[in-house]
């Protein structure tokens, strides 16, 4: 079992940055892909990166190619989302997800960090 804990969100004007923190708990978190969606309002939920549990082989949505970038620690289970460059279409709530990702299925989530981009 695996619990995640997002934080970071905030309000931030265009073109500024935030960096997204998920902290797990449980001593398998080293296996794990881990991986960060996002979910608008009115619309699906979305991927937006994923990282296997080594540390490579990094998966973005073409949206945030070049903009975002996602980094893990297994020595402090941790998985971030560096986020610079923001756009309002970036405007969503935020869900760690990890486990077994395929598409916007995962066997674990956090419970979402709102992130809100100002144009």
């Known amino acids: 079992q695996v619990q995640l804990v997002e934080s970071g969100g905030g309000l931030v004007q265009a073109g500024g940055s935030l960096r997204l923190t998920c902290a797990a708990s449980?001593?398998?978190?080293?296996?794990?892909?881990m991986g960060w969606f996002r979910q608008a309002p009115g619309k699906e939920r979305e991927f937006v990166a994923r990282?296997?549990?080594?540390?490579?082989?990094?998966r973005y949505a073409d949206s945030v190619k070049g903009r975002f970038t996602i980094s893990r620690d297994n020595a402090e289970n941790t998985v971030y989302l560096q986020m610079n460059s923001l756009k309002p279409e970036d405007t969503a709530v935020y869900y760690c997800?990890?486990?077994?990702?395929?598409?916007?299925?995962?066997?674990?989530w956090g419970q979402g960090t709102q992130v809100t981009v100002s144009s």
């Open positions: 449980g001593r398998t978190f080293s296996s794990y892909t």
């Open positions: 997800a990890a486990g077994n990702i395929i598409a916007t299925r995962a066997d674990y």
């Open positions: 990282i296997s549990w080594s540390g490579g082989s990094p």
